[in-house]
């Protein structure tokens, strides 16, 4: 099992905290320093049945460069 790691996001600290406890030792990625290739997020994606732009987080960035019309075409 690879777990894709952000050691700063509370969430992901707390998501590996839960495997551990359960003796489960993932192979830790570190997505933030190691990034992810084009087939490994095409996997993921594809695993989740999900589209790139439901992964992205909705910020104003997101909303002022117009990227979920963008997302439809």
């Keep these: ?29 570190d997505y933030l320093k190691e990034r992810l290739t084009h087939h490994e997020l095409r996997s993921i994606l594809e695993k989740l049945d999900m589209r790139p732009d439901e992964l992205m987080r909705k910020t104003r960035r997101y909303t002022r460069l117009k990227l979920r019309e963008k997302a439809k075409r």
């Design 1 to 29: 099992m690879i777990y894709y790691h952000n050691p700063k996001c509370r969430k992901s600290r707390e998501g590996l905290t839960f495997l551990k406890d359960r003796n489960i030792q993932p192979e830790i990625r």
